[in-house]
C-alpha cells in the first residue's frame, strides 16, 4: 500500500473515530455540547440563507436552549451513516424525523414520540396510478436506504407477494421526487408530511395510496451508559412542549402552509418563477433590502397581488405590482402606481407600516400573516375579526384563531354589530393562504438549490488519483 493511500485512509478513520463510547455523555455533562446527527432536507434542517432551520433543528434547538446546552449539528447524508454515527457512540443524538421502527429500537434508544405519520405512495401526475394495493405488484418503486419505510413494503409482502423495491442511498426525500419527475422511477414512498410540504417543489408528483400505517416519530440516542438519563431528560421536554404548545407552534411555523396549498396554484406559480421571475427578481431584492425584508416574501406578495405584472389593473381601480389603491398611493408617496420600482417600495413600505401598528403582544410568525391579512382587508377589519376571535373563547393573538373568524365579517348575522361592518373575510384568508404557499415553495427553492452536499471521499481520492491526494498528505 503507498505512503498517500495509508495517510489518506488514515484521516478518513479520525475523522470516523469522534468520541468514544465510554466518555461522550460524561463530556456532556462536563462542557455542555450536545451533539445531534440529522440529515439535510426542508423537513429536518438546512439553511436559510446564513441561519439554521428545519422543524428537527428547531425542536433540538429548543430543547438545548432550554436545558442550557450550546448545539453541534452533524449532517449525515445517508440513513446508514445516520445509524452508523449512532451505534458508534459518536453523537449523542439522532433527530431527523425517523419512525421508531422495531429494527432501531433493538440497537438504539429512542425518545418518546412527538408526531405521528402515515407513509404514502407518490406517482406522477399522467402516468398509471395505483389505486389499491395489488396494484403495486411487478411496478419501479422506490424507497430511502435505511428508512422505516422498507420495513412496511416489508410487511405487505405477504398481500402483495409480487411487490418489489429499489432501495436509493440517499437521506434526502427531495431526491425520490425527483426521480419520480425524471420518470426514473414509477413510484416512491415517503411520510405524508413531508411528501405534502416538499410537492410545493414537484405539484406534478400526486399521493395516490395511503399506505395506512401509523408511524411515530421520535428521536434516537446511542445505546450506551449515560444515554438512558439524557433519554428521560428528552421525554420530559417533550411532554412539558407538547402541553404547552411549543410543539404545536414549531409545527405550524413549518408544515402551516400545506393545509391550504393548492397544487394547480403552485404548478402555475413554479411556471412563473421561470419563466417572469428573473426578470424582476434584482429589482425585488433591492427594493426588500432597502426596506430590510426577506425578498421571496415580497416576491410572494407582489405574485399574489399581480403575478408580476406592473400594468395590472382591477375594476375596482386598484392597479400596478403590488395593486396599491390611488389614497394608499397618495399616503404612500407613490407617484406612479404602474412604475414596478415605485409600486414596490409602496407595497413594502406598507407592509412595514402594518407590521408597527400592530399590537405589540402579536408574534411571530403570528404577526406577519395578521399584517397580510391587513394588507388585504383593512387594519380596522382585521381588528373585528380578533375581537370576534376574543369573544368565542379563541387566541386573538394566533392566525390561526383569526383566519377561522375572517369569514364572518360577510356574514349578516355578525357584521353588523362589528365595528367597521361588512368585509369580504374569505377572501382575505384566500389571500393569506396563497401568499404563504408561494413564500414557502421559493424557501423551498432555495433549499433544493444549496442542499448541504457530502465531503469527498479521501480513501477514494487516494485510490483513484494520487495527484489529488497529495494536497491532502500535505
Given at each position: ?177 425527483q426521480l419520480v419527475t425524471e420518470e426514473k422511477a414509477e413510484l416512491a414512498v415517503l411520510g405524508a408530511a413531508e411528501f405534502r410540504l416538499q410537492q410545493q417543489l414537484y405539484p406534478r408528483l400526486v399521493a395516490a395510496l395511503d399506505l395506512e400505517v401509523e408511524e411515530s416519530i421520535g428521536w434516537y440516542l446511542p445505546n450506551i451508559a449515560g444515554a438512558d438519563v439524557l433519554q428521560t431528560d428528552?421525554?420530559?421536554f417533550l411532554e412539558t412542549a407538547q402541553q404547552s404548545g411549543e410543539l404545536e407552534k414549531i409545527r405550524e411555523r413549518h408544515f402551516g402552509t400545506t393545509r391550504f396549498s393548492s397544487r394547480m396554484g403552485a404548478f402555475t406559480f413554479n411556471r412563473r418563477v421561470e419563466s417572469v421571475l428573473p426578470k424582476w427578481q434584482p429589482l425585488i431584492e433591492r427594493v426588500a433590502t432597502e426596506y430590510q ?182
Amino acid at each position: 500500500m503507498s505512503f498517500l493511500k495509508i495517510i489518506a485512509m488514515s484521516l478518513v478513520l479520525i475523522l470516523l473515530w469522534g468520541c468514544s463510547e465510554d466518555d461522550i455523555f460524561q463530556e456532556l455533562a462536563g462542557n455542555r455540547e450536545l451533539i445531534v446527527v440529522t440529515r439535510n432536507s426542508p423537513t429536518t434542517y438546512y439553511f436559510d440563507g446564513d441561519q439554521a432551520s428545519g422543524f428537527e433543528y428547531d425542536l433540538i434547538k429548543a430543547y438545548a436552549t432550554a436545558r442550557g446546552y450550546t448545539l453541534r449539528v452533524e449532517v449525515a447524508f445517508t440513513l446508514e451513516e445516520f445509524t452508523l454515527q449512532l451505534d458508534r457512540g459518536q453523537v449523542h443524538l439522532g433527530a431527523a424525523g425517523m419512525a421508531i421502527n422495531s429494527k432501531r429500537a433493538g440497537t438504539l434508544l429512542a425518545t418518546a414520540p412527538y408526531l405521528q405519520q402515515q407513509p404514502v405512495v407518490i406517482y406522477k401526475s399522467g402516468k398509471r396510478r395505483p389505486r389499491r394495493l395489488a396494484d403495486l405488484s411487478r411496478r419501479d418503486v422506490i424507497v430511502l436506504s435505511g428508512s422505516s419505510h422498507i420495513e412496511v413494503l416489508e410487511n405487505l409482502k405477504e398481500q402483495v407477494p409480487l411487490l418489489t423495491w429499489r432501495e436509493v442511498q440517499t437521506g434526502d426525500t427531495l431526491e425520490l421526487m425527483q426521480l419520480v419527475t425524471e420518470e426514473k422511477a414509477e413510484l416512491a414512498v415517503l411520510g405524508a408530511a413531508e411528501f405534502r410540504l416538499q410537492q410545493q417543489l414537484y405539484p406534478r408528483l400526486v399521493a395516490a395510496l395511503d399506505l395506512e400505517v401509523e408511524e411515530s416519530i421520535g428521536w434516537y440516542l446511542p445505546n450506551i451508559a449515560g444515554a438512558d438519563v439524557l433519554q428521560t431528560d428528552i421525554n420530559l421536554f417533550l411532554e412539558t412542549a407538547q402541553q404547552s404548545g411549543e410543539l404545536e407552534k414549531i409545527r405550524e411555523r413549518h408544515f402551516g402552509t400545506t393545509r391550504f396549498s393548492s397544487r394547480m396554484g403552485a404548478f402555475t406559480f413554479n411556471r412563473r418563477v421561470e419563466s417572469v421571475l428573473p426578470k424582476w427578481q434584482p429589482l425585488i431584492e433591492r427594493v426588500a433590502t432597502e426596506y430590510q425584508m426577506d425578498w421571496r416574501l415580497l416576491a410572494a406578495v407582489s405574485y399574489q397581488e399581480s403575478h408580476w405584472n406592473p400594468t395590472a389593473r382591477s375594476p375596482t381601480g386598484v392597479e400596478g405590482m403590488m395593486m396599491l389603491t390611488r389614497n394608499t398611493a397618495k399616503e404612500l408617496n407613490v407617484a406612479d402606481r404602474r412604475d414596478p420600482q415605485q409600486s414596490l417600495r409602496g407595497g413594502a413600505r406598507f407592509i412595514k407600516n402594518l407590521l408597527r401598528r400592530l399590537p405589540a403582544d402579536i408574534e411571530q410568525p403570528h404577526r406577519l400573516w395578521m399584517a397580510l391579512a391587513a394588507y388585504n382587508i383593512g387594519l380596522g377589519h382585521l381588528e373585528d375579526a380578533r375581537v370576534i376571535a376574543e369573544k368565542r373563547g379563541l387566541n386573538p393573538h394566533i392566525w390561526s384563531d383569526v383566519r377561522s373568524q375572517l369569514p364572518k365579517l360577510q356574514n349578516p348575522d355578525v357584521y353588523p354589530s362589528t365595528r367597521f361592518g361588512f368585509a369580504r373575510g374569505n377572501e382575505a384568508v384566500t389571500y393569506v393562504d396563497n401568499i404563504r404557499q408561494y413564500y414557502s415553495t421559493l424557501q423551498l427553492m432555495a433549499v433544493a438549490d444549496e442542499r448541504i452536499q457530502p465531503p469527498l471521499n479521501v480513501a477514494e481520492m487516494a485510490g483513484n488519483n494520487s495527484a489529488l491526494a497529495l494536497p491532502i498528505a500535505l
